[in-house]
């Protein structure tokens, strides 16, 4: 199977609920509607709300938390909404054409991408970290980051109050890099059609990962937020792939063995995991351990009796908690993925991404370590 970026979905999200496409009928997308105005003394007429757009009311909580205080996930465009129609219509034609195709159909919503889930789960646990935490900046918070100029801005802005997202923080960079952005937000977590972009985040410190448009997608729970992590080159440094890579599979047991109770490096998405820890025990906090709307996971194809000691060591000495911890000892992680539906899987080998989108999760390439060095049909490890 092969992915790409901007590739088409075919499915949909079922609990998603999700309004009409952009590649269809704009009629009615945002549509007026008069109505009687009963409050005033004259008869006057006022537009009618649309179905699927939110009153943005701050009710007893920070919607606006500082960056210092919140989790920073930057999304690009091209990853929460569907524009591969629009991309097509740059490549083919030009910026300027580009531009006036946006303008024209800017009352057309986007449809969801591959991150969208992902986004309204976070959205969920935001809701119940504000009724927990009413003035607390301890949140969830959503940067839209796109390379559109501004004109696209009226677009995207229709298209977040169609889908009843609460993004309120947008980057848009006219064709700049968001790099020097994303470390002035802090940034947690950057997710991109863009690998370059990605690399880019990665070499700065910033966690990032590309994120592909699969034919099949998973339904995910609307109410708990999953994340499933790799572990060697995603949580932990690429130091155990580089003996497996150079010297083969009894060569990387024996030197687990001999470093048990040496703690891996720390990976880009450990920051990640971190920040979602914290979250987490603000609802272990309110006795809330067993009811949480955060559940990570680990999935390796490490074995849990050769190699799994020394990963779990490294993460109780981090003192972070995985709540789920699958060593597979090479069986694919595709069927695992499957029965988990996390929201996003992090990995940085494309064999494994391309395995668990098959499966129809949503994964995310994680382009760091040793792995990125060896062809992708290459990348079968019994181990990692």
């Known amino acids: 199977m092969s992915l790409d970026p901007v590739q088409v979905m075919s499915g949909q999200v079922k609990e998603l609920k999700v309004g009409p496409s ?12 008069e109505e009687i ?16 757009r939110r009153t943005r009311k701050v009710e007893g909580g920070v919607f606006f938390p500082k960056p210092e205080n919140a989790v920073t996930v930057a999304v690009s ?28 159909h800017e009352n ?51 298209t977040i109050n169609h889908h009843n997202l609460f993004i309120e923080r947008f980057c848009m960079t006219g064709g700049s890099s968001p790099i020097g952005y994303l470390k002035a937000w802090q940034t947690n977590l950057y997710l991109s059609a863009d690998a370059d972009k990605v690399r880019e985040a990665l070499s700065e410190g910033i966690a990032a990962a590309t994120m592909f448009t699969s034919e ?37 047991f024996e030197h687990e063995r001999d470093n048990e109770d040496t703690l891996l490096d720390h990976g880009p998405l450990k920051g990640f995991l971190e920040a979602l820890g914290k979250l987490q ?5 309110k006795g ?73 999760t949503v994964a995310a390439h994680v382009p760091y370590g040793i792995a990125q060095k060896h062809n992708a049909k290459q990348n079968i490890s019994v181990r990692k």
């Not at 690429?238 to 060569?251: M, P, Q």
């Not at 025990?281 to 906090?285: C, G, R, S, T, V």
């Not at 069927?335 to 899987?345: A, G, S």
Request: charge should be negative; aromatic fraction near 10%.
């Open 216 to 252: 099949k997608v998973t339904e995910v729970s609307e109410s708990q937020l999953r994340v499933a992590f790799d572990g060697d080159a995603v949580l932990f440094s690429d130091e155990s792939e580089r003996i497996f890579k150079a010297h083969g599979l009894d060569k990387f």
């Open 77 to 104: 465009s091209r990853v929460l909404f569907r524009t591969e129609r629009e991309q097509k219509v740059f490549e083919q034609d030009g910026v300027e054409e580009y531009l006036r195709f946006q303008i024209e």
């Open 288 to 360: 809330q351990r067993l009811d949480c709307p955060i559940r990570t996971y680990l999935v390796t194809a490490r074995s849990a009796a050769s190699s799994g000691i020394r990963a779990l060591k490294t993460l109780r000495a981090w003192g972070l908690e995985i709540d789920e911890a699958l060593f597979l000892a090479g069986a694919p992680k595709g069927p695992m993925l499957e029965k988990i539906r996390p929201h996003i899987y992090f990995d940085d080998q494309m064999f494994h991404v391309e395995g668990a989108a098959e499966m129809g």
């Open 37 to 52: 105005d009963q409050d005033n003394v004259g008869l006057t007429t006022k537009p009618k709300p649309v179905t699927g």
């Open 22 to 33: 952009s590649n269809g009928d704009s009629r009615g997308s945002w549509d007026e509607k």
């Open 281 to 285: 025990k603000k609802f272990y906090a």
């Open 108 to 158: 057309e919503p986007f449809t969801p991408g591959p991150a969208f889930p992902f986004v309204k789960a976070l959205e969920a646990v935001n809701c119940r970290l504000r009724e927990l935490y009413p003035q607390s900046e301890e949140l969830f918070d959503i940067v839209l980051v796109t390379y559109n100029h501004a004109h696209v801005g009226i677009r995207l802005i229709n």
